[in-house]
């Protein structure tokens, strides 16, 4: 018969395409302790760069363990945030060729939940779908530019990385060969419950701050903010803490997500572009690089263009099967709270603001190079260093 684990409990909170939560428990980490039992163990490190707060050696995984369960013997709960932990467990529920968990947390868990019998807790932030899919695209697409070439930005292989309607496509198609993770086929939070289940014997717990009333669209009500939504939900030992927090003593952070991912991938694609009709010459620039150029000119970009931005869209079919498989998704995470009629006209609302913002959409670099004077700029710029602001000129390049 397995023993009963020993309370409390270890938290880990798998960190998403946000980093709101992480960097609202930093700033509010002396609140947190000193109102209750929990204590986040990261470094402010994460709120400047997408690093967990250790770099994990075998070293720091020790000495990571030995801290937490120095604190779980003190009758704390440690808390820790870990943007790789999601992944490593999915390596290994799929048992990928030459996966590998020794640099990870995910030892940690196992060691706290297994061998020393204490309660181990996973967290994740919940996302509709309808907003994740665009989040997930663009920081993707960073995340490839910044190890890429031209050439192999320009291949093939890499063509539905270049525009949200072939990524769309793609999960549609349950296609996860160029995208990793997720398709259609389910929200990423469910493939997260089947490895989490399966791995580690933990089911994985959700973080939904989404409105269940109409009181709660009110964006300046504290029970909006992730890290109150996170301790009401699942820190069941912080009652002192969201009385103090709510009573106006912590931190609360202006927004969760970070919308640079969505800036630098239009100018990837701006680059790609220009790179294939000769603009851009691959001896004198990376792709990161030119990217960089062109975004400190932005203004002088949408100057050339008049600030009128071509667009590219996926056809209205797709962004409602989008939307359908959204719907869908939040009902079968959540069935009782998703069926309330006030909380599907909330997810119909958010979804309809996302198109009317074009969050679907692409700019239509092809398009804007037509003009002559954003040819001309993004040749001149191409040769100029990282850093320099060339304003719009009126020179036009010779046809």
């Not at 992944?87 to 030459?98: A, P």
């Not at 930005?153 to 769309?168: A, G, P």
Request: glycine share 6%; net charge negative.
């Amino acid at each position: 018969m397995a023993s009963i684990p020993k309370s409390p409990t270890f938290v880990v909170h798998a960190g998403s395409t946000t980093k709101g939560l992480h960097c609202s428990l930093v700033y509010n980490n002396q609140l947190l302790s000193s109102s209750s039992r929990y204590r986040y163990l990261n470094s402010n490190q994460g709120c400047d760069s997408k690093e967990d707060g250790l770099l994990m050696t075998n070293e720091n995984i020790e000495s990571l363990h030995a801290n937490i369960t120095s604190f779980l013997e003190d009758g704390v709960y440690p808390i820790y945030t870990s943007e790789s932990i999601s992944h490593h467990v999915l390596q290994v529920y799929r048992e990928s060729e030459g996966s590998s968990i020794r640099n990870s947390i995910l030892p940690i868990v196992h060691r706290v939940k297994e061998e020393s019998n204490w309660n181990a807790q996973v967290v994740m932030e919940y996302q509709r779908y309808y907003e994740f899919v665009p989040s997930y695209y663009h920081q993707q697409l960073e995340a490839y530019l910044k190890g890429a070439s031209f050439r192999e930005l320009s291949s093939l292989q890499m063509k539905s990385f270049l525009s949200q309607e072939s990524f769309i496509s793609d999960k549609e198609g349950g296609d996860c060969t160029a995208w990793g993770d997720h398709s259609n086929d389910m929200h990423p939070l469910q493939l997260y419950q089947e490895a989490f289940k399966e791995v580690l014997g933990i089911n994985l717990d959700l973080i939904n701050s989404y409105p269940s009333k109409s009181i709660d669209l009110d964006k300046e009500a504290v029970e909006n903010d992730p890290l109150y939504a996170f301790s009401q939900q699942l820190l069941p030992a912080s009652e002192r803490f969201r009385k103090r927090f709510k009573a106006g003593e912590g931190t609360r952070l202006p927004g969760l997500y970070n919308n640079d991912s969505e800036f630098y991938s239009e100018y990837m694609r701006l680059s790609v572009a220009a790179y294939s009709i000769g603009l851009v010459s691959i001896r004198g620039v990376s792709p990161w690089t030119m990217v960089q150029k062109l975004a400190i000119n932005h203004d002088s970009i949408m100057r050339l263009i008049d600030g009128d931005v071509p667009l590219s869209c996926p056809p209205e079919e797709k962004i409602m099967n989008l939307f359908e498989s959204s719907l869908r998704f939040e009902r079968e995470l959540f069935p009782e709270w998703a069926g309330d009629k006030f909380v599907m006209e909330h997810h119909l609302q958010g979804f309809t603001q996302y198109v009317e913002e074009n969050k679907f959409c692409d700019w239509d670099v092809r398009n804007m190079l037509t003009n002559p004077r954003v040819r001309d700029f993004i040749r001149r710029l191409s040769n100029e260093p990282v850093g320099t602001k060339m304003p719009p000129n009126s020179t036009v390049e010779k046809v």
